[in-house]
Nanobody, 127 residues
């Protein structure tokens, strides 16, 4: 099992930027794909971004494509989410999640593929 701790959330004005970090400990971080999900008040949790174990492939929800960038530093056991041009509709609790299976070749948007979750970090975008 891997333990995940998110950080970097906060309050920002529309058009601003934030960078979220997700620090991992436990099983070999570098072997597992990582995703970011988010949950806005009163809504279901939704997929945001994904990155394969090697970092070679990424995937984004249409709502964040071109504004958010997912990356990872396997030497630091950390995955990042750079969020630019933030909008009020990006307001949510953001969660990182680690894949259940190592060395998955393709990214996944399905929550059931992820077995470890962080506690979440709040992002609030004011208009």
């Amino acid at each position: 099992q891997v333990q995940l701790v998110e950080s970097g959330g906060g309050l920002v004005q529309a058009g601003g930027s934030l960078r979220l970090s997700c620090a991992a400990s436990g099983r070999m971080f570098s072997s597992y794909a990582m995703d970011w999900f988010r949950q806005a008040p009163g809504k279901e949790r939704e997929f945001v971004a994904a990155i394969t174990w090697s970092g070679a492939n990424t995937d984004y929800a249409d709502s964040v494509k071109g504004r958010f960038t997912i990356s990872r530093d396997n030497a630091k056991n950390t995955v990042y989410l750079q969020m630019n041009n933030l909008k009020p509709e990006d307001t949510a609790v953001y969660y990182c999640a680690a894949d259940l299976r190592p060395f998955r070749l393709q990214v996944s948007r399905y929550e059931g593929d992820f077995g470890s979750w962080g506690q979440g970090t709040q992002v609030t975008v004011s208009s």
